[in-house]
Nanobody
Framework: QVQLVESGGGLVQTGGSLRLSCVVS????????MGWFRQAPGKDREFVAA????????GYADSVKGRFTISRDNAKNTVFLQMNSLKPEDTAVYYC??????????????WGQGTQVTVSS
């Protein structure tokens, strides 16, 4: 059973930055494609970013391209999401999950608790 533990969220002003982390239990992390997702109040959960197992292949939602960067440390079973130039519309609970492929963001595991990101205007 894979467990996902997200952290690093908080309250920031428009234009600020945050770095989210997600620690993944289990032995499959280094061979897994990982994704970040978010869910704003009253909205469906949406894909944000993805990283291939080696970290070289990445993909982003159009709404975050150029502002967010996904990276990973396979030795620490951790995937990161660096978020810069934050906007109020980035306010959401952020989640990570293993996914099928960079451009097939179907989650493979149960969701963790997520981490809240709030961007004030």
């Amino acid at each position: 059973q894979v467990q996902l533990v997200e952290s690093g969220g908080g309250l920031v002003q428009t234009g600020g930055s945050l770095r989210l982390s997600c620690v993944v239990s289990g032995r499959t992390f280094s061979s897994s494609t990982m994704g970040w997702f978010r869910q704003a109040p009253g909205k469906d959960r949406e894909f944000v970013a993805a990283s291939g197992w080696g970290g070289r292949s990445t993909g982003y939602a159009d709404s975050v391209k150029g502002r967010f960067t996904i990276s990973r440390d396979n030795a620490k079973n951790t995937v990161f999401l660096q978020m810069n130039s934050l906007k109020p519309e980035d306010t959401a609970v952020y989640y990570c999950n293993r996914i099928s492929a960079i451009f097939d963001a179907r989650p493979l595991d149960s969701w963790g608790q997520g981490t809240q990101v709030t961007v004030s205007s």
